[in-house]
């Protein structure tokens, strides 16, 4: 059916046309012979095919259009015969002679374009007497179409200032009367459209108005190029004409297009000046109208206007525009009980972006659009809507974007209560906008209690929300932990007792997070912490003021909160953290403190440590770190050496054995430190090493049937070297030597056996003979040392 009314259409438009080039061809021939009236007897014939009520507003455009050119060429003969003695008054009145009214106002239109040419009338008695006539026109479409030709070709010919036609009779004020009677006209003709035909075809209607509504605008385009409207006529006369009739139409459709076109035409001076009147009528306008939208491109442009220059923003405050946006959105959201909560939303985030470009140091302002926004919200209970939330997310990120600090946006006490409203979702992808805020500006949050403003506003990444279980996608998981972990070691003060202030702050929200999110928080917390440690080693006075709060303290607040780790559990990392803390005990010389924490490393690695590789891992770490220890007296650092020691001999794999063995050997020897210097027990180490890989040998050799790589060897002799080069008196030339032989027969043996040779071993004892051969010839008190050593190739 529908294909079928298309090509019915097609078939009539191209019957008008061809009726309509049928006349224009003999109107032509009588143009050219001067024949007046066949001209006018074949124009009106002609004009006639615009009577149609059978084509659509697209279709009908067409016809109109290629009579439009038509009748351009009928106004130049009209101008040529008033030249050649024709009187324009007569053919004025004779053209209403035609038969019907719609070529008779056309042609009387085309006429009277040439009548105010001539100035034998004032323009003002022509144009108020054409635009009376085109009432004779009351179908909307052949009607619009009608009118729209009438501002075309009087456009040019209004009486405005600097204009031609302006005189003593002729003023500004009836150019405006006119092209508002026009403009009224046409807005009833167009409004009249949607009330035709069957309610079944409202949809089509609707499209045909949006086809024709330009022809309403253009009339308003008119009047905001007319030089003679000044902010006076235009705040008295114009701006209450048209919006009256905007409002009077009662038209959804109507009022949000005239509204937009208001906005859009006139200068944003006139709109500053005009507010109180321009928003007076939003609440008067229908409920149904997309008001969120009028509004926000209404501050928009206000929003550019004074980012335009700074010497204009004095006029916002002369004319209060905050406050009489703030009132018109208020009343507009009042008056509308049913307008979505994302409509709302919508306009408050407009009003903020406004209110930060016009006024950025009012913090007062962009509050309370938060707490108008907050109200409304509360009032509305949980935001289900997806776009409202979106919307949400955009009111909150404004104050982010334009101040690049989230200190600013903190002191926004209605902040966080528009927050709360976020789902769970939304709400984290809001704290992770925050955190990058934070990250790009390099922002220093520097107070104790601004960081608990912060930590609330993310509470969605800090804690799991009440009575949900969600499942979470454990790399989305991971970046946004990760992200508050970079986060609070961005939390920073040079003042010790506020910086204490704020590690007590991040503890208390961290420990809230659940065990899933403490091995990501605890670990920067630990850290800042000992940064404020170290902040305060050699320091003579407490900073604090308080004898309760010390390093030691500190250190106390630490250890209760590394063992929450146990709970998860993550002894790894709990191991890993009471190193450090050791570590940075040692560095304030608290010898109980590093003692009780190192305590605590081997208690976790004795009873919570099972696998064989953390075990390793573990072992190296304890291993490492006693090394670097110095705070120790020797009973102390005897106990704790003995067990590393003691730990390294039980490791399951005798590689790992062996280099936990030989590793121990370091503990009895720390270069800077000659109370920490002993030979023997290092000899001792080393020895042992050796025998755990020789059983290591035999071990493969019953298991495999060859006595495998001897890595192990070629690593021991390193060591050897190492405290050979310290000048170990234990560590002799002798022994050296010795195990150089003993690895080059192993490595000749597996050779000679069926089994494959090792690159890797080989290339590793290439490397250290090099290394040897390299220290004979580097001569000094360690090549002297060295010429002793042999090697293979010598």
Known sequence: ???????????????????????????????????????????????????????????????????????RKLEIFFKEETRRGCSIVELYELVQHAGNILPRLYLLCTVGSVYIRSKEAPAKDVLKDLVEMCRGIQHPVRGLFLRSYLSQISRDKLPDIGSEYEGDADTVVDAVEFVLQNFTEMNKLWVRMQHQGPAREKQRREKERNELRDLVGKNLHV????????????????????????????????QFYLMDCIIQVFPDEYHLQTLEVLLGACPQLQPSVDIKTVLSRLMERLSNYAASSSEVLPEFLQVEAFSRLNNAIGKVIEAQPDMPIFGAVTLYSSLLTFTLH???????????????????????????????????????????????????????????????????????????????SIMKNSTRISSADKVEALFELMKGLMKDSEGTAEEVDEDDFKEEQNSVARLIQMLINDDPEEMFKIMCVVRKQIMTGGPKRLPYTIPPFVFSSLKLVR??????????????????????????TIEVLLTIPAPELALRLYLQCAEAANDTDLEPVAYDFFTQAYILY????SDSKAQVTALHLIIGTLQRMHVFGVENRDTLTHKATGYSAKLLKKPDQCRAVYGCAHLFWVDDQDNLKDGERVLICLKRALRIANAAQQLSNAARGSTGPV??????????????????????AD???????LITTEMQQNDS?????????????????RYIQFQKQKGGTIGERYQVISTVKE
């Open 1 to 71: 059916m529908i294909a079928d009314g298309v090509e019915d259409e097609e078939k009539w438009l191209a019957a008008g046309i061809a009726g309509l080039q049928q006349n224009a061809f003999y109107m032509h021939r009588a143009l050219d012979t001067n024949n007046l009236r066949d001209a006018l007897k074949f124009s009106a014939q002609m004009l006639s095919e615009l009577r149609t009520s059978k084509l659509s507003p697209h279709k009908y455009y067409e016809l109109y259009m290629r009579a439009f050119d038509e009748l």
């Open 223 to 254: 009047l905001s190029q007319v030089e003679g409207i000044d902010l006076d006529m235009y705040r008295d006369t114009v701006l209450p004409r048209v919006l009256e009739q905007i409002v009077n139409c009662k038209d959804e459709i109507a």
């Open 358 to 436: 016009v006024h950025p140091d009012r913090l007062d302002y962009a509050d309370q659009v938060l707490g108008s926004c907050f109200k409304k919200l509360q009032s509305v209970g949980k935001v289900e809507d997806n776009k409202a939330t979106k919307q949400i997310v955009a009111l909150l990120s404004a104050p982010l974007e334009k101040y690049n600090d989230i200190v600013t946006a903190l002191k926004l006490s209605n902040y966080p209560c528009v927050m709360e409203y976020l789902d769970t979702e939304t709400s984290k992808i809001m704290a992770t906008v925050i955190i990058q």
């Open 535 to 560: 902040q305060l080693q050699g320091q003579d006075e407490n900073p604090f003021g308080d004898e309760a709060t010390t390093p030691k303290t500190i250190f106390q607040l630490l250890n209760q």
């Open 606 to 609: 004795e009873e919570e440590i």
């Open 711 to 732: 890595t192990l060897f070629i690593e021991i002799l390193n060591k050897y070297l190492y405290f050979y080069e310290k000048v170990n008196q234990h560590i002799t």
């Open 735 to 741: 022994a050296v030597n010795s195990l150089i032989e």
């Open 753 to 769: 056996s069926s089994s494959a040779p090792d690159p890797v071993a080989e290339a590793f004892l290439a490397g250290t003979l």
